[in-house]
T-cell receptor
Framework: DAKTTQPNSMESNEEEPVHLPCNHS???????IHWYRQLPSQGPEYVIHGLTSNVNNRMASLAIAEDRKSSTLILHRATLRDAAVYYC???????????????FGTGTRLKVLA | NAGVMQNPRHLVRRRGQEARLRCSPM?????VYWYRQLPEEGLKFMVY????????ESGMPKERFSAEFPKEGPSILRIQQVVRGDSAAYFC?????????????FGQGTRLTVV
């Protein structure tokens, strides 16, 4: 049911930027793009979300393609604490069922090398 | 502002017993979601509740599982007559509602072990 596609795993060196891609070719006009991450033995942690424009916050940046069929989560300087599974999720705010539930895919496991 | 609180963090039950998992949403949040995560797998949606209402239970097993979110108090996920296959991490999330683009916040989970 997941409507996004992400690489299973990626590696990055510490202190370097990381670009985590996500494809969502079936995105609709009302779908927000959300990113969460899950550190080992913890609950998912909200990272960032956006609709059409690029977004920045203290944790990361979200770059959204002009056609919205893909997006990239950017960690500007990876640290060992950023090692986690990153999930890209579409959340339909026009959901007629009124659920607005998140459907998690398998995510990208990010490994940060010291 | 405290985050989503789940308790207990760890729960051990013998086969056939009942498990009760509690979730207190963030202050001001009236929407609660429950998810289950089996070892080495992703999160699977179970149920979505608002105060005193079940909105979507499409992910709930048909038997032994139930959820509630009373007017007062935490949301409860109840598993009756637990079996080994119920061993998993159970996460709840809360959000203020369905305004456009709001995010949900997750608790640290309850890890259920059935022996």
């Amino acid at each position: 049911d997941a409507k996004t596609t992400q690489p299973n795993s990626m590696e990055s060196n510490e202190e370097e930027p990381v670009h985590l891609p996500c494809n969502h070719s079936t995105i609709s006009g009302t779908d927000y793009i959300h990113w969460y991450r899950q550190l080992p033995s913890q609950g998912p942690e909200y990272v960032i979300h956006g609709l059409t424009s690029n977004v920045n916050n203290r944790m990361a940046s979200l770059a959204i393609a002009e056609d919205r069929k893909s997006s990239t989560l950017i960690l500007h300087r990876a640290t060992l604490r950023d090692a986690a599974v990153y999930y890209c999720i579409l959340r339909d705010t026009s959901d007629t069922s009124g659920t607005y539930k998140y459907i998690f895919g398998t995510g990208t496991r990010l490994k940060v090398l010291a | 502002n405290a985050g989503v609180m789940q308790n207990p963090r760890h729960l051990v039950r013998r086969r056939g017993q009942e498990a009760r998992l509690r979730c207190s949403p963030m202050k001001g949040h009236s929407h609660v979601y429950w998810y289950r995560q089996l070892p080495e797998e992703g999160l699977k949606f179970m149920v979505y509740l608002q105060k005193e209402n079940i909105i979507d239970e499409s992910g709930m097993p048909k038997e032994r599982f139930s959820a509630e979110f009373p007017k007062e108090g935490p949301s409860i996920l109840r598993i009756q007559q637990v079996v080994r296959g119920d061993s998993a991490a159970y996460f709840c999330a809360s959000s203020p509602g369905p305004p456009r683009g709001t995010e949900a916040f997750f608790g640290q989970g309850t890890r259920l072990t059935v022996v």
